[in-house]
């Protein structure tokens, strides 16, 4: 059945596979962080649980015969897994901190009381994800008003995180290692450097083709390693810039903290970072004024 699901919709089913445990969970979050205030340390502490958790529940999803595909409104293909792993964080949310704000990719607004709000995204990168692509990413971003302050971009099957909390820095852990401090690149200029973008059509579905054509011609490398994993990659030092044209808060909550705090920045095109601009620039800040330069002119 998700064979032909998969298939009506340009997608492919990929080889079952025995994935394990998202192995990451096992490390408490970095001790750097546990000096914060108690209500920061307290839900810093949940947020590495639920990231993981709801990680765990997209791999044990992934490349399986589990889920079902549909269209959103927007035309956006959503799965089970989407579903299912946003459930599970806004449950465990709601669980620990009652009064928090929640806002999902996938089940909206639930107001909150406090001066906190949790933003999901359960599968950033669902095409991959269901074409069996492990580039799919796990984000969860924490507000402060309408301030980020902390950040997780998970990649549940490549057993990689970055975890962000400004003030605390910005930590890397991958599989069983120990955590690390997350760094930018020193690369000094696009041309020596990797550019990463999301999906090449959404350039054009702006309006903003020719950006694309000179972020591409002036990069060394460019690739579509995109979504959530582009901005882990500047964060940890392996790519210069990455670019998204068309967002939604959900897609870029987490990627602030993250990006900042290893040394980056991150902004919209043409000021400073906003959660609701409907646009991303994360570089490692080295290149970020000519990649503005090249995406306005």
Known sequence: MRSEVASS????QGTILDKGRFTV????????????????QGRLEL??????????VTRSYFRSDRFQIERKNDRTPVTTADRQAEL???????????ADGILGEEYGEQPGQS????????????????????????????????????????????QEAAFGVHGGGCWY???????????????GQLRDGLFVSSQVDSFERRGAQAAYQKLQSTASITRTWGDG?????????????MVDPIVSPWDVAAIE???VEAGGRCTSWSGPFNLHAGELVGTNGHVHPEVLQLLSS
């Open 115 to 158: 001066e906190y709000r949790w933003i999901i995204d359960p599968i950033d990168g669902t095409k991959s994800f269901i074409c069996g692509v492990p580039l799919y990413s796990t984000l969860l971003g924490l507000m402060r008003g309408d301030e980020p302050v902390a950040g997780i971009i998970a990649i549940p099957v490549l």
């Open 173 to 187: 852990v991958e599989g069983n290692s120990s955590w690390k401090p997350a760094r930018v690149s020193s690369v």
């Open 88 to 98: 599970t964080a806004r449950q465990m949310i709601s669980d620990a901190f009652p």
């Open 257 to 259: 903290p993250v990006v």
């Open 25 to 40: 969970q096992q490390h408490a979050i970095p001790e750097a962080l546990r000096p914060l205030d108690q209500k920061m």
């Open 229 to 241: 994993y582009g901005y882990l990659l500047v964060a940890t030092g392996r790519a210069e810039a």
């Open 9 to 12: 919709f340009g997608f492919r």
């Open 47 to 56: 947020a590495w649980k639920v990231a993981c958790q709801a990680g765990e």
